[in-house]
């Protein structure tokens, strides 16, 4: 990896984990927008608590080099719900926030990706050998 590389791969981690974990304070202290949100979806308390430890758990993989990739694939699998909230139940804008919410989503979506692709060697070799894939993997 040469060294433009790392450093967009360590500025991806850096933006999915710093966002990630900066919105915990709200979702862990019971922030008035974060029951709204998930009392608009239906879940809360447990949904924002719940979604809380998976992104909790989501930031510190991404910090590590070894298990980034696990981390990154966490974090877009939280963050594809929270757009897919956004654009079927809460709406872009919520609360009168200018849609700065479905912004940091969409902002670690993107970064998790850029993760998974610039890891991609660590994680399709194990990908290709389970059984539970019997897709080639080669294309990737």
Known sequence: MNKLTTYLLWAARLVAAIIMLQTLFF??????????????LGVEPWGRI?????????????????TSWVGAGLALGVMAG??????????????GDG???????????ASSA??????RKQWIPILSTSPIFSIPLSWL
Request: proline content about 5%; cysteine-free.
């Open 27 to 40: 979702k862990f202290t019971g922030a008035p927008e974060s029951i709204y949100i998930f009392s608009t």
């Open 50 to 66: 719940g979604s809380g430890i998976v992104e909790l758990i989501a930031s510190v993989l991404i910090l590590i080099p070894r």
């Open 82 to 95: 929270a757009i897919m909230a956004h654009l079927t139940v809460l709406g872009i804008p919520v609360q």
């Open 99 to 109: 849609g700065y919410l479905f912004f940091l989503a969409l902002a670690v979506a």
């Open 114 to 119: 850029t993760i998974l692709l610039l890891t």
